[in-house]
């Protein structure tokens, strides 16, 4: 089945710096979507982007839809300590279908 | 601002127990799922049901899981007889528009614990 591979899995970072991740599939999306989901809660929509080289921003969180369709990056800037979570980026690999796959996530820690 | 709830939070079963696990979405909302995820492991679509019927279903949603809408409100997911690799967060969501479109709005979970 399709797939969404998301890198890095995790990473620690200081307080203030800029973070990115980013999301591949071998397989095209019509959508793709950026979540976070806190410890024991359910994912919470970051951003959400519709258009091949789309580029949306939300605050400090900036995230574009891959020109081929099979990629996306979200980045995260001046990081703060409620930045903490796992971050998944989820696809809708077409428009007859409402499933969304969902990558394997980043696990974000950020340090004072 | 409007959430889905989720009821209840966690659940502690027997393994051959039934299940049922509700959910109230967002009111002008129109379109429902479950979504499921192992502890440490990714989010993966269960079901999705729009006018009071399935219109989508995973190979994980088998004979075992059903979904209803008994009412104008709630939302369940059924386990008929659960196993122990039933254990799971169950995150209910549910967006306004339709097939294709919309983001998701999800639930906080519910946490099934099968022994």
């Known amino acids: 089945g399709q797939q969404l591979n998301q890198s890095p899995q995790s990473m620690f970072i200081q307080e203030g710096e800029d973070v990115s991740m980013n999301c591949t599939s071998s397989s095209i999306f019509n959508t793709w979507l950026w979540y976070k989901q806190d410890p024991g809660e359910g994912p919470v929509l970051l951003i959400a982007l519709y258009k091949a080289g789309e580029l949306t921003s939300n605050g400090r969180l900036t995230a574009q839809f891959g020109i081929t369709r099979k990629d996306s990056f979200l980045n995260i800037s001046a990081s703060i300590p409620s930045d903490v979570g796992i971050y998944f980026c989820a696809g809708r690999p077409s428009y007859n279908t409402d499933k969304l796959i969902f990558g394997t996530g980043t696990r974000l820690q950020v340090f004072p | 601002e409007p959430e889905v709830t989720q009821t209840p939070s966690h659940q502690v079963t027997q393994m051959g127990q039934e299940v049922i696990l509700r959910c109230v979405p967002i009111?002008?909302?129109?379109?429902f799922y479950w979504y499921r995820q192992i502890l440490g492991q990714k989010v993966e679509f269960l079901v999705s049901?729009?006018?009071?019927?399935?219109?989508?279903k995973s190979e994980i949603f088998d004979d075992q899981f059903s979904v209803e809408r008994p009412d104008g409100s709630n939302f369940t997911l059924k386990i008929r007889s659960t196993k122990l690799e039933d254990s799971a967060m169950y995150f209910c969501?549910?967006?306004?528009?339709?097939?294709?479109?919309?983001?998701?709005?999800f639930g906080e979970g519910s946490r099934l614990t099968v022994l």
């Open positions: 969501a549910s967006k306004p528009t339709g097939m294709g479109t919309g983001e998701l709005f």
């Open positions: 049901f729009y006018n009071n019927e399935i219109s989508e």
């Open positions: 009111s002008n909302h129109l379109y």
